[in-house]
């Protein structure tokens, strides 16, 4: 009997079954009217129209096998013929990523328009190739959203451009010129000016390099227990630090690190510690690297961008991507829902 036996192992086998496309012919009918004599012919199948045969499900997986995973054309080709049974040319890859183009950058548009309207703008950007020429790539995000662009610039026109004359209350970025100026305040990286403090000291510094540095560290430190201390205790902590660091700032280091330093932090002493009371802006502008990592990992993969459209789709796919996930989707979900969004879903 069955309850004279006793259970004593469960486990999961987990397995994939042979993966097929699945190809649907359609067939469309024409014909005369007896009555009037007009001709007549059955429209399309939604979502089936002539032209491609490749649908929506394939385009998502092409552009995140490329985008994400950083598939060059010949790989990928290569893969959908003995993975998943579909024979395509790299010609085809191409014309499938071109016809992607359009929906991804309206989306990323509408990502664009959601940084623009934030009170807090973080940017970074590093370098891209794009037909063999060195080109940008600049993100600029905020808490709920992450956009791409790269470009042939590396100047402050760029974020100009992209704000279309709106003005957040904070910028937060590293000592590059070009991403000063465009907020009513300013946040500096501190990650970056430790990073510099070490170098002073590395090159000889004891006057000014090592007590920043820890002037620096005692920031961070008040900083990580924002959430937990009052505002008037946060107003307190910001005007000691402002005080200490204008102390140091009278000394003059004997060696030429420190003095570049020192000359450094003068410049933009009012930046430094604006975190400390605004508990919505972070201290580092590591949000804004992490963003950028994974592009720098395609660019060595790939090599470089083939054409200027290449370049526009890229950035628009990792912007929808990148905003996607900090929205709980997976890259393919984010990509699905910009190439084929579900009709039973009313737009934002």
């Known amino acids: 009997m069955a309850a004279d036996q006793q259970d004593f192992h469960a486990y999961d086998h987990i397995d994939l079954p042979p993966i097929r496309p699945v190809v649907t012919r359609i067939h469309r009918h024409r014909g005369t009217c007896p009555c009037c004599a007009r001709g007549f012919q059955a429209p399309a199948p939604e979502g089936m129209a002539p032209g491609s045969p490749f649908g929506p499900g394939i385009v998502a997986l092409i552009l995140h096998l490329h985008i994400t995973q950083a598939i060059g054309f010949e790989r990928l080709v290569k893969l959908m013929d003995e993975v998943f049974g579909i024979i395509l040319s790299e010609g085809a890859v191409a014309n499938i990523l071109a016809r992607a183009e359009a929906p991804m950058i309206i989306a990323a548009e509408t990502i664009a328009q959601e940084v623009r309207a934030a009170k807090v703008v973080a940017s970074d950007e590093t370098?891209?190739?794009?037909?063999?020429?060195?080109?940008?790539?600049?993100?600029?995000?905020?808490?709920?959203?992450?956009?791409?662009?790269?470009?042939?610039?590396?100047?402050?026109?760029?974020?100009?451009?992209?704000?279309?004359?709106?003005?957040?209350?904070?910028?937060?970025?590293?000592?590059?010129?070009?991403?000063?100026?465009?907020?009513?305040?300013?946040?500096?990286?501190?990650?970056?000016?430790?990073?510099?403090?070490?170098?002073?000291?590395?090159?000889?510094?004891?006057?000014?390099?090592?007590?920043?540095?820890?002037?620096?560290?005692?920031?961070?430190?008040?900083?990580?227990?924002?959430?937990?201390?009052?505002?008037?205790?946060?107003?307190?902590?910001?005007?000691?630090?402002?005080?200490?660091?204008?102390?140091?700032?009278?000394?003059?280091?004997?060696?030429?690190?420190?003095?570049?330093?020192?000359?450094?932090?003068?410049?933009?002493?009012?930046?430094?510690?604006?975190?400390?009371?605004?508990?919505?802006?972070?201290?580092?502008?590591?949000?804004?690297?992490?963003?950028?990592?994974?592009s720098v990992i395609f660019r060595k993969v790939t090599g470089c961008f083939r054409s200027h459209w290449g370049a526009r789709l890229y950035a628009a796919a990792v912007s929808v991507i990148a905003t996607g996930r900090l929205r709980g989707k997976s890259a393919l979900q984010a990509i699905q829902d910009v190439i084929a969004p579900d009709p039973k879903l009313k737009p934002a």
């Open 127 to 294: 370098s891209a190739r794009v037909k063999g020429k060195t080109w940008w790539q600049w993100v600029m995000h905020c808490s709920t959203a992450i956009y791409h662009v790269i470009t042939d610039s590396r100047g402050a026109k760029v974020v100009t451009g992209f704000l279309q004359g709106a003005t957040p209350e904070v910028w937060v970025a590293d000592r590059y010129g070009a991403q000063n100026g465009h907020a009513l305040e300013r946040q500096l990286c501190l990650a970056h000016l430790l990073r510099d403090a070490q170098y002073a000291i590395d090159e000889g510094d004891t006057v000014f390099a090592p007590p920043f540095k820890a002037l620096l560290l005692r920031a961070v430190a008040i900083g990580r227990r924002r959430e937990t201390l009052k505002d008037s205790t946060l107003i307190q902590y910001r005007a000691d630090l402002e005080r200490r660091l204008t102390s140091l700032l009278q000394s003059t280091p004997a060696t030429a690190a420190g003095r570049k330093l020192v000359k450094g932090v003068k410049k933009c002493r009012n930046d430094l510690f604006l975190f400390v009371v605004r508990r919505d802006v972070p201290y580092t502008n590591n949000g804004s690297e992490r963003a950028l990592r994974p």
